[in-house]
Structures are given as C-alpha cells and as structure tokens.
C-alpha cells in the first residue's frame, strides 16, 4: 500500500512545526508500532534515517540546508510521505 487508502480509511503523519526555521522537528505517526522514518531530499536522496518506537519522534535538523524535503514514514506495509519545508 502507499499514502494513497480508501476514503476514511487513511493514516496521518503530522509533521510540525512546518514550515521549519529552528533545530528540532516533530513526526507524529499513526500508532506505536515500530516504523522507519526517513527524510529525503528534493531529489529523493536520503537525508536522515530514523528507526522509531514510538508515536512521536523528535528529530534534529540541524546541518541541514533550507528548501523542501520530504518525509517518508513506513510502517507494517503502509508508506505515507509528508511535506517538510526547512527555512
């Protein structure tokens, strides 16, 4: 499956703050269950991997240049993707 379900069947993964200006994100997946976080850049080139077990994860991004990435969450056999924009 990818981030695109049935009506009223879909998972969320909030990402905030967003747009982002300062050194720290937080994803909030959609249950506890272990899942694979990854931050990709516009080009689809991983950034940053995180292994996560929790349903909120506090990422830092410091280093990391300004523009427009996009977060991959996969877990179980879903795979959403969010917008991140880091000023």
Known sequence: ????????TQKKVSVYPNPVSGNEVIIRLPSDKPSRISILDITGKPVK???AQSSTVRIQIEGMARGIYMVKTSQDNDTL???LIVR
């Open 81 to 83: 993707l969010q917008k």
């Open 1 to 8: 499956p990818t981030a695109i379900d049935e009506p009223g």
């Open 49 to 51: 991997h995180i292994d």
